[in-house]
């Protein structure tokens, strides 16, 4: 056994909570597998999954639950909807009600056991999630079904769809996109049709400017290649696209993609892309890339790659302006992952019922890592104890811890245990506190947030809630505020005028001193 001096010394960094975080012991679990996850400004999270990757559940998904992160405790919404919500796209709309289009109308068929054909099918439904009743309406459906698509907050307010496998022959990706207001329903949006993969990676830029990042969810690429689809920006009043280029690395399959923090004055518009791979997973990479959007000739340039190669990779933008990622495995050579699962985790497990343990995928990859984009530097974190793959989820909690959740290796095989992280700086000593702050804001407003520490604060942020699945959050964005110091007690800070920056809706309000976040205080932005 080689035992350097130099790795016992790194052991003792890779223990030490004010650097490196800590994770929660798992005490919590859901009833059924979180494919995707919401977090409502009630300060709950939504958790559905619909069928569940599990045909036999087509006809008879499971329900929905909320999980409150303060007791720990599920609750399972007792609603039967008309449709499979498994595998739709989500946004929420201004007025914090989550919207959920598309979803599964068929299960995929296997051709000699491998190959998927016909593909899965998409349902045309969709749904609002009030955090306030907790219930589901049924709204207008789309003019097409679409499985895997991906949904926009546009800064109107309005609702963006893209992509999808459609309900009816030939099922090929959706080159139509359609656009959703609550007063006018879905409408195509002329002139802007465009071949996307599956889970396009989008985000609104602050010109208003959708991009697709270059990362995707997609095992029906035929008869495209990969480089068919280079990465693009939406002007969405005139349906024009504008290609950019395709990434250095362009095998970004179950990839991550986010918008880096906007900060203010300039609030440049930077998007990095994280892992990834092959289709199927058969080559994981760690690469890195980034791309600054406010350039006049926008270019991706590589920066420092992960320690570890990620197919599924979690991204999440912590109130410090880092980015924590987790979960994932290294490349495979066999298009069977099967193979690497014990029998016993086959059975037992089924349907989200017995209390078993997931078979461990021994490719899996549980250290984390956390980039700074000032450095562009990675620091190896604390690794989770469980596996983290396909469907699974993570997001910003408002009291700043990460919840982890979710992980099916296979059909009918569920991992059901929430991990929460806490970053080093929940490890570093007092936290400063927002005491008084508004519920609602507009556009252009200054107001006033009242903290003891107020001549210490060095950043005010906003990071709206996140909606996620599939290595995909088109929520995550963090918008940080210009403010000034009035006395000892009190900030003053200034919505941005333009609403691209932050589309209306609900966010998370953190102040900053040292470093160290404070609570999140929910506020309306409208
Ligand atoms: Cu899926």
Redesign the pocket.
């Given at each position: 056994m080689k035992q350097a001096v130099g790795q016992r010394m790194d052991e003792v960094e890779q223990d030490d909570p004010a650097k490196v975080g800590m994770w929660e012991p798992i005490q919590y679990r859901f009833n059924y597998l979180p494919?995707h996850l919401a977090l409502l400004h009630t300060g709950k999270v939504l958790a559905f999954g619909g069928s569940g990757?599990d045909e036999d559940h087509l006809k008879t998904p499971h329900p929905s639950e909320i999980w409150d992160p303060h007791t720990g405790e599920t609750r399972i919404i007792d609603q039967e909807l008309a449709g499979d919500i498994f595998?739709v796209g989500h946004a929420f709309l201004p007025d914090g009600r989550l919207l959920v289009a598309g979803g599964t109308y068929k299960y995929d068929r296997k051709l000699f056991n491998r190959l998927a054909f016909p593909p899965f099918r998409g349902l045309n439904q969709a749904y609002l999630f009030d955090p306030s009743t907790e219930t589901w309406e049924r709204v207008e459906d789309m003019r097409n079904g679409r499985w895997?698509p991906t949904l926009i907050t546009l800064g109107d307010g309005r609702v963006l769809a893209m992509a999808g496998l459609t309900q009816h022959f030939p099922w090929a990706f959706l080159r139509e996109i359609e656009i959703y207001s609550s007063d006018i329903g879905w409408r195509k949006l002329e002139g802007a049709d465009r071949w996307l993969p599956l889970y396009p990676r989008l985000h609104l830029l602050p010109d208003g400017d959708v991009f697709y990042s270059g990362s995707y969810?997609t095992h029906y690429t035929f008869p495209y290649t990969i480089k068919s689809f280079p990465t693009a920006t939406l002007n969405v009043a005139t349906g024009k696209w504008t290609i950019i280029s395709l990434p250095h690395q362009c095998q970004r399959e179950e990839g991550a993609a986010i918008l880096l923090p906007l900060v203010p004055p300039e609030y440049r518009a930077k998007v990095l892309l994280i892992g990834g791979g092959t289709p199927g997973g058969i080559q994981a990479v760690s690469d890195v890339e980034i791309i600054d959007l406010s350039e006049s000739n926008p270019r991706w340039r590589s920066t420092q790659p992960m320690q570890h190669s990620r197919y599924y990779v979690y991204a999440v933008i912590l109130p410090d302006r880092q980015v924590f990622v987790i979960g994932g495995r290294k490349g495979h050579h066999s298009h069977h992952p099967s193979r690497n699962l014990g029998r016993e985790g086959k059975q037992g497990h089924a349907n989200g019922s017995g209390d078993h343990e997931v078979p461990r995928d021994p490719r899996a990859v549980h250290e984390t890592e956390l980039f700074n984009p000032d450095t562009e530097k990675w620091t190896r974190m604390a690794p989770m104890s469980l596996d983290r793959l396909?469907?699974s989820n993570a997001l910003l909690l408002p009291d700043g811890r990460v919840m982890v959740a979710g992980s099916n290796p296979e059909r009918r095989i569920n991992e059901l245990h929430i991990e929460i992280y806490h970053p080093p700086y929940l490890c570093r000593g007092p936290r400063p506190q927002i005491e008084e702050a508004p519920s609602e804001v507009s556009y252009g407003q200054e107001f006033e947030i009242e903290t003891s520490e107020a001549n210490d604060i060095e950043a005010v942020a906003l990071i709206r809630p996140s909606a996620t699945t599939?290595c995909l959050n088109t929520e995550e964005r963090y918008v940080g505020l210009v403010f000034s110091q009035r006395g000892s007690g009190k900030i003053i800070a200034k919505i941005p005028d333009n609403r691209n920056l932050a589309p209306p809706g609900y966010y998370m309000l953190f102040i900053v001193r040292d470093g160290i976040p404070s609570v999140a205080r929910f506020v309306h932005v409208d």
């Open positions: 494919i990757n595998c895997y969810n396909y469907h599939h």
